[in-house]
């Protein structure tokens, strides 16, 4: 059954609907890097994805932290799942590409770290609380005054 169009659900699905259209297969999901855009009154493109010099300023990691508790909350309020899976997919692309042996991922805001604890929490999958180590512990390969 679909909500009533002026019901919160309603309005949030709608919201959910404009988020996934533009979620990468890959799953990446931050539409600040998607060709040239000036961003922050820099240039941006995707060759500037997720870099430590960007990840300082960027906030893709608070992006994806707040994505995740919000996904989370929706799915415990709904039980609906495509918002929390979506989530779930840039959580993955993260963990994919980033972490000891891999590229070093800065993290410029807390928020990403309780995310992905509490997607470990809702998943039970370990390595959304084995990236978050990662990322509150940080990457010496990153030297930050």
């Given at each position: 059954?679909?909500?009533?169009?002026k019901?919160?659900?309603?309005?949030?699905?709608?919201?959910?609907?404009?988020?996934?259209?533009?979620?990468?297969?890959?799953?990446?999901?931050?539409?600040?890097?998607?060709?040239?855009?000036?961003?922050?009154?820099?240039?941006?493109?995707?060759?500037?994805?997720?870099?430590?010099?960007?990840?300082?300023?960027?906030?893709?990691?608070?992006?994806?932290?707040?994505?995740?508790?919000?996904?989370?909350?929706?799915?415990?309020?709904?039980?609906?799942?495509?918002?929390?899976?979506?989530?779930?997919?840039?959580a993955?692309?993260?963990?994919?590409?980033?972490?000891?042996?891999?590229?070093?991922?800065?993290?410029?805001?807390?928020?990403?770290?309780?995310?992905?604890?509490?997607?470990?929490?809702?998943?039970?999958?370990k390595?959304?609380?084995?990236?978050?180590?990662?990322?509150?512990?940080?990457?010496?390969?990153?030297?930050?005054?």
């Amino acid at each position: 059954m679909k909500p009533d169009s002026k019901t919160p659900i309603a309005h949030a699905e709608k919201t959910i609907d404009e988020i996934l259209a533009v979620q990468e297969p890959s799953g990446y999901l931050a539409t600040q890097f998607h060709g040239e855009t000036r961003y922050g009154g820099r240039m941006t493109s995707v060759k500037d994805r997720l870099t430590p010099e960007t990840l300082d300023w960027g906030h893709e990691d608070y992006a994806l932290g707040h994505m995740l508790q919000s996904a989370i909350a929706y799915y415990r309020a709904t039980g609906e799942t495509r918002y929390l899976d979506a989530a779930a997919r840039f959580a993955d692309f993260i963990a994919r590409d980033f972490g000891p042996d891999k590229k070093p991922f800065l993290a410029g805001h807390p928020v990403v770290e309780m995310g992905l604890i509490e997607l470990y929490r809702t998943t039970g999958q370990k390595r959304y609380l084995d990236l978050a180590s990662y990322i509150l512990n940080g990457d010496p390969r990153i030297d930050r005054p």
